[in-house]
């Protein structure tokens, strides 16, 4: 199958693009590296009447440290995480995730941006930028306004853009030093969508931490205070401490009935705990 006939424009910068995206007519879909809307356009999943090229434009492919946050524009690749062209204020755990997504020349192309904006539930980002606690920046010409991660993602193919809003950019906190992180993904083999992802984010000697169950079959099921998982206290023991039957609990709560999805889930986030206190180095995120 062929994609239907549509238009094709590149803006050349931020108020081009957004005056084009309040003034079109029609259905329009923002493309930047196109390995999700790609494939889309090609089965007629979707069938805009304006598709709007934003690598055009400078801003969004601009990565910088803003203090203590890691600002990434919304067209900044995986591989350029992957490959160190950005800063890292994260010990390595963007670039760990990055490597890790599909294979090389989806990697070369892939944006976090269109990722986070397509929100496939088993893609990494929206798991991973869920659990590191980032915030997505939103524009139109209206004004701009910010979101977590966790509220920008509503449901599976879902998110919270207005219709003449675009994604700028991510906003990833610096980690703290002395923080562990672990990103485990379960698939049935490298490069595949993963069937279940666990991610931690845990400062022990804060005793605070946050943990995201991954891959369900909507958007991931975030402990924003992850103290729950293990006892009611975060530690050097953690691993340990985890308590599967919490987690399991919180899945069954949240609408997975299935008792064999929740142990692969319970386990793969268990792993997640266990690699975050492993000895640096840590690591590439699992595909078992």
Partial sequence: MK???FAWERPGSLKALLDRV???QGRVKLIAGGQSLGP????????PDLVLDITGVPELREARADGGTLVLGACVTHADIEDGRVPDLTGGALQRVAAAIAYRPVRNRGTVGGSLV???PAADWVSALTALGAEVDLASRAGRRRLPVERFVT???DVALRPDEILLGIRVPALPAGTAWGYVKHCAKI???AHAIGAVRLDPAAGTGRAVIGALEGPPLLFADARPLFGGRIGPDCAERFDAGAADAALLAAGLADPVARHVHVTVLARAVAQ???PSPLPLPEAA
Avoid: K
């Fill in 155 to 157: 449901g599976a193919l």
């Fill in 191 to 193: 490069g595949e969508f």
């Fill in 118 to 120: 397509h929100a496939d």
């Fill in 22 to 24: 309040a003034q079109a």
């Fill in 3 to 5: 994609p239907s006939a």
């Fill in 276 to 278: 975050a206190l492993t």
């Fill in 40 to 47: 889309m356009l090609a089965l007629r999943l979707v069938e």
